[in-house]
């Protein structure tokens, strides 16, 4: 009984002793003496200014298969053009934004533009379109009035695809230990 005692014993004696650790992180080292005038940095690089690339689409697209518009970003015959693109900028104050966009000007594309200074406050907006295709050349003796659907005398043709739009505006504001964000976004079917 008293070998377990004296266990028990050692193990409150210990957990209740202070911890004793030594911190060795970089901003603890003593850099005092350290001549830093002839230092210079080969790994460094500057990163101010502007940095992305852009590229332009064109082209001539001949769809006869709706499905394709899926892949290819549009399903409408003849020329086509559209933007892509990944640009950043940033200064030494702080400031930066950023401009990002696939596809711009199809209908399968999105934008996204921030801005800002880091650490403080941030601006963002977004842009997305999205349409899918199910099938065209679709032929109906009906057609659609009032959320009804009217019978008719001649034949009607119409394509099935479904089109989105999404818009979005955001903003950040961080001071000290506070922060904020307002978000708002809206889509349209």
């Known amino acids: 009984m008293s070998f377990k005692l004296n266990i028990i014993t050692l193990a409150m004696v210990a957990a209740a002793s202070p911890a ?7 901003n603890h080292a ?3 003496t350290v001549n830093t005038a002839k230092y210079q940095c080969h790994r460094c690089t500057n990163s101010n200014g502007y940095r992305g690339d852009v590229s332009v689409l064109a082209g001539y697209n001949d769809v006869s298969d709706s ?3 899926n892949t290819f970003g549009t399903d409408q015959d003849g020329a086509i053009g ?5 640009v ?3 200064n030494a104050s702080g400031y930066q934004a950023q401009a990002q966009a696939h596809q711009l000007g199809m209908d399968n594309g999105f934008a996204h533009l921030s801005t800002g200074k880091s650490g403080q406050y941030k601006l963002t907006f977004d842009y997305n379109s999205i349409e899918t295709y199910q099938a065209d050349d679709i032929q109906s003796a009906y057609w659609h009035n009032n959320g009804m ?3 008719s005398n001649s034949t009607n043709q119409f394509d099935l695809s ?6 979005g505006f955001g903003f950040e504001y961080n001071h000290d230990i ?3 964000f307002v978000k708002y976004s809206q889509e349209d079917k």
């Open 149 to 151: 659907l009217t019978p």
């Open 67 to 69: 499905h394709a518009g």
């Open 82 to 86: 559209a933007v892509s693109g990944n």
């Open 20 to 26: 004793m650790a030594a911190n060795f992180g970089v």
């Open 178 to 180: 506070y922060g904020a």
């Open 88 to 90: 950043r900028y940033n």
């Open 30 to 32: 003593n850099t005092d």
């Open 162 to 167: 479904k089109r989105r739009e999404k818009v």
